[in-house]
């Protein structure tokens, strides 16, 4: 039996060593051993148990000499002692003796100037689907000439640790070792742990090749072969507003910028099915078939079919399915330089203009943030609306310090001319708890299609200035007072005590998490002003 050289980590007289499965002999082999069961679209459906979601504080990196002085430690970047990884390694390695093991080999990045091999090994059949469909695939020849592995990741989550044995903080743990090049992941079924581990590794390797990592979606004109990408954080439209008919999706969530453009990380994707819809969200509705796997929807046991408004196991249900799944998919997923960068953010507060134009160091400014706020009422006791500030739109994933990436933007919206905007698909005329209502999706959409073609090119700005921000005063299919986010309040001394508000906010929180970023990108941000 071909073990594919897995006993080097230890994994001696596996029951069975499958490599690189089709999605059918997977859903197979996932129904045969009672991981799921097939919804009445043909997609693999399962639970996850415990763990519905990622567990940031199960989260480590290894402290080795070779990358203690580059990582950013703290409550994100949690360190690990190289012993301490070693022994939950070798665990997870005799556990996974004489067991069925589903080895997936793949790639990460669609350049290939700058793409790494994966090699995921498993002890489930249906997060092997999973991983097959979110990574690239390699073609026949490819897998013949695959070679070792640049990254292991080592996938069990059945294996439980112990806290006080193993100096973790739960049963769960994640675990990249930058220099040996592996990751671990045992005690969490949640699959998207080992799609956010290949991020997290890609993030901290694509620096050193001059390649902006990004927790982005792309699109592409398909005529000019112009990109743009969408940051912002769950909520704010960033999967919405880059599913653009008219335009090539390159990818929904993890992208690099290198010289040449930007290119997917991924081959797939990971959409969110709560509240889904075939009216509002065709292309992800029309993905859950066979050969996607759908996570913690509830399903009808006898008809299969699913009930998407249904979260009594979790409001993060999720499904991940490769991205030839979607009509207008750009294969391979790679596209020229961005000609426009958008930051979305919904603001709950109801006073960031609709639309506004950044300059290099504003958005270095904002992209350092990453701004956006949640409804008030999801706690007891919340009247207001909070605040979310995500450092790069994505913490969680960046293992480097703000400041690196922030300068990589700078340096290539320099050299390419590149536009930024930050665009509100929040509340407009008054904050979400005061009753108003969010910006029209079809108004947002009018913006960012103006944004991309250049229409605000020669239009009146004006400056906002307690957000230091210039919004444009015409949008053509938007009435230009829907853009005044002052002018849209009847009461403008309410309008002007919650700006204050959140831009103090802001302010306070780039002070606390940023305190050696340079003069000029912190004099970029809002200016609130004393509230009389």
Avoid at 28 to 50: D, H, I, M, P, Y
Avoid at 245 to 269: T, V, Y
Avoid at 385 to 400: D, K, R, Y
Avoid at 485 to 506: C, E, H, I, P, V
Wanted: proline residues 5%; negative net charge; aromatic residues 10%.
């Amino acid at each position: 039996m071909e073990t594919y050289g897995i006993e080097k980590f230890g994994i001696i007289g596996a029951k069975e060593v499958h490599r690189n499965l089709s999605p059918a002999q997977l859903t197979e082999a996932a129904l045969r051993r009672g991981e799921g069961k097939l919804s009445s679209t043909g997609a693999l459906v399962v639970t996850t148990g415990k763990y519905t979601g990622r567990s940031p504080k199960d989260k480590f990196i290894v402290d080795t000499d070779g990358v203690h002085n580059e990582i950013a430690w703290g409550k994100v970047n949690r360190p690990i002692s190289k012993e301490k990884f070693d022994s939950i390694k070798g665990k997870i390695a005799a556990y996974l003796q004489g067991r069925e093991i589903f080895i997936f080999d793949g790639f990460a990045g669609a350049d290939k100037k700058y793409t790494q091999k994966f090699r995921v090994i498993n002890e489930l059949a249906s997060q092997n689907l999973f991983i097959h469909q979110l990574l690239i695939r390699p073609t026949q020849e490819e897998l013949a000439s695959y070679g070792e592995p640049d990254y292991t990741i080592l996938c069990a989550p059945g294996f439980k640790c112990d806290p006080e044995v193993d100096g973790v903080n739960s049963e769960a743990c994640i675990a990249i070792d930058y220099e040996e090049h592996v990751i671990i992941i045992c005690g969490s079924q949640y699959a998207g742990e080992i799609k956010k581990s290949v991020f997290a590794t890609m993030n901290y390797i694509m620096t050193k090749k001059n390649v902006l990592p990004m927790h982005c979606s792309a699109n592409m004109d398909p005529q000019t072969g112009e990109t743009a990408v969408f940051f912002g954080l769950s909520g704010t439209g960033k999967t919405t507003l880059s599913a653009d008919p008219a335009r090539k999706l390159i990818g929904d969530d993890e992208h690099g910028w290198s010289p040449d453009g930007i290119f997917n990380f991924e081959g797939g994707c990971y959409a969110k099915c709560i509240n889904l819809s075939a009216e509002h969200e065709p292309d992800i509705y029309n993905a859950i078939k066979f050969g996607s796997l759908v996570e913690n929807v509830i399903m009808d046991e006898n008809t299969r079919e699913f009930d998407f408004n249904d979260g009594s196991l979790t409001e993060n249900t999720r499904v991940g399915y490769p991205i030839d799944y979607i009509n207008n998919a750009q294969v391979p997923s790679k596209g020229g330089i961005p000609k426009v960068v958008v930051f979305l953010t919904a603001d709950a507060f109801g006073v960031l203009p609709p639309i506004s134009r950044l300059d290099k160091n504003a958005a270095m400014y904002h992209f350092v943030t990453g701004f956006t706020s949640k409804l008030a009422g999801t706690e007891r006791g919340v009247t207001e609306p909070q605040p979310t500030f995500s450092t790069l739109f994505g913490e969680p994933f960046m293992p480097m310090d703000a400041s690196v990436y922030a300068q990589m933007l700078g340096e290539k919206l320099d050299k390419y001319g590149t536009k930024v905007y930050l665009v509100n698909t929040g509340w407009a005329g008054g904050s979400a708890s005061s009753g108003a209502k969010r910006m029209k999706l079809s108004y947002t959409r009018a913006m960012v299609s103006a944004a991309l073609n250049g229409s605000f090119d020669n239009v009146e700005f004006k400056h906002h200035d307690i957000f230091n921000v210039d919004y444009p005063t015409s949008c053509p299919g938007v009435p230009s007072e829907m853009l005044d986010a002052r002018g849209m309040w009847s009461d403008k001394a309410a309008y002007d005590q919650t700006a204050n508000k959140l831009a103090q906010m802001f302010v306070d929180n780039f002070a606390a998490k940023y305190p050696n970023m340079p003069s000029v990108i912190v004099n970029a941000g809002p200016k609130a002003k004393a509230i009389i």
